[in-house]
């Protein structure tokens, strides 16, 4: 028998998904502290995700702007070798 059988050996249904507060306290690690969480950590937190929520996106734009450049560069390297055959 395991530990989430009930005595004739039956174990609950997969489907009974987590409440949203344990989906919450597992996604934020500030409620690991449980209530007395220092103020100097949910600054710090907040000041993470301000600084992640503004560079990300412009890291993915110039990534994308990268790729281009890199193409560009494939694809003249490839047209000169063309004109030297």
């Known amino acids: 028998m395991t530990p989430n059988s009930d005595s004739k050996?039956?174990?609950?249904?997969d489907?009974?998904?987590?409440?949203?507060?344990?989906?919450?306290?597992?996604?934020?690690?500030?409620y690991w502290f449980g209530i007395l969480v220092p103020p100097?950590?949910?600054?710090a937190q907040k000041e993470f995700t301000g600084a992640v929520v503004d560079i990300v996106p412009k890291l993915?734009?110039?990534?994308?702007e990268?790729?281009?450049c890199e193409r560009k560069i494939k694809e003249a390297?490839?047209?000169g070798k063309?004109?030297?055959s």
């Open 60 to 64: 993915v734009e110039v990534i994308a």
């Open 40 to 43: 100097a950590l949910r600054a």
């Open 66 to 68: 990268m790729d281009i």
């Open 9 to 13: 050996g039956n174990t609950p249904p």
């Open 15 to 30: 489907s009974a998904s987590p409440s949203p507060k344990a989906k919450r306290i597992a996604s934020d690690p500030l």
């Open 77 to 79: 390297r490839s047209d």
């Open 82 to 84: 063309r004109e030297e």
